[in-house]
Every structure is written in C-alpha cells, then in structure tokens.
C-alpha cells in the first residue's frame, strides 16, 4: 500500500479521492525507480505501462465535474522539490530516444510540429503531480483533486499523451524490426508563404532529432 493510500487509510478504499491519489503515487514511485538507471533495457517499455496507467486517471480526472478547492486562494505547498536530478537521469537512460516531434494542439491548423524530450516531459509531469500529492497528503484532498484536476486540462495530460505516444512509436519500432527513418524534413501541405518558416523547421527538427539517434550526419 502507497504511502498516499496510507494517509487515508480511514478512507474507503474505493474512494475515487484515494484511487486518484494512488494511482499518481504509484507513478511517482515508478519513474524515480526507472530513473535510477538499474534496469535500462526495460526502461521504455515500463515507462509506457506507467505513463498508460496515469492517463487513466488523467481520464477520470477529465470526466469528473468541476472540482472546486475548499479556499480562494490556494494554500502555499512550499518549495518545489528539485527535479534537475531526475530530468539529466532520464536524458541520459534514454539517449537516443529522448527528443521525439510533437504538435502540441491537433485542432489548431496548420501548426508545424516541435521538437520536444521525453525526460522534459516526464519531469514536468511528475513536478504537477508532486504539487498536488503536497496538499493530499496534508489533508487537504478537495485541494489536491482540484490542482490535479486543473493541470491535467492545462498542462500534465497533454504533456503526458504526447510522451505515450513517443513511447509507444519506440516500442512499436521495436517489436515490428522497423528502423526510425529518417527526418528529412515535414511534408505539411503549407501554403507557398509558409514555405520558408517550415523548411526551417524541417532543417531544425531533422538535426535535434535525428542527430541524436544516429539517423543523419549534421551538415
């Protein structure tokens, strides 16, 4: 039993507050383990099982009604814990498939996709996550639900699908003995005016990326 189970263990266990609770305690344990570094063949397949895993929560969190926190003003957690530790622990077990492309909103048009890091985002979404676990295991749960409820639809849930999906492209690579091809640059059907903003973002991607893995020489 988690820690953040423990706290409310005078809680009914099928208490959505203490399954939510749980759930992110158990990734918050899983991906300090991972960083840790004892197991690196591992260590992508089992991040996509965790990562998996906390969407579900993510995806009750988003269905639930509108959690309201007990006070105006959000009651001061304290200092961040620092995750710089963590961040270059996982940079350097997933080298080289840490930089990934993403597009940050689907359903704003014609937006290029950016480069991004699968360590960056585990870390952004385990400081989210740490946030909230503060004020819960604080007993202050209503302000816990509320905070994770908030950053999933501001920040961690689209971080964290983003990363699953980095993920699962490196497994499925993987599993089906299908080499990463290489990034010459984005086919993204723009306009002639746009023509010279995504070459250079093609050039950028095509270098932040695929150095990297080994993919093209810098030129």
Known sequence: MSDATLHATDRDPDDFSVQIADQIESFLVAVTEVAKGDEPDSAVPFLLLEVSQLLLAGGRLGAHEDILPDERYEPDPGP????????????????????????????????????????????????????????????????????????????????????????????AHVRLNQPLAALDGLDTDQDAGDDALEIEAGRVMAEEIGVPLGLRPVT
């Open 80 to 171: 961040e814990a620092d995750v710089d530790a963590l961040r270059e622990n996982l940079a350097r077990l997933l080298e080289p498939v840490d930089v990934y492309s993403e597009v940050f909103d689907p359903y704003e048009p014609r937006k290029a996709p950016v480069p991004a890091r699968i360590s960056d985002d585990l870390t952004d979404v385990v400081s989210d996550l740490r946030h909230g676990m503060v004020h819960y295991r604080a007993g202050r749960t209503t302000e816990a639900l509320w905070w994770w409820q908030f950053s999933y639809f501001s920040n961690w849930g689209s971080t964290a699908s983003a990363t699953l999906r980095a993920l699962q492209s490196v497994v």
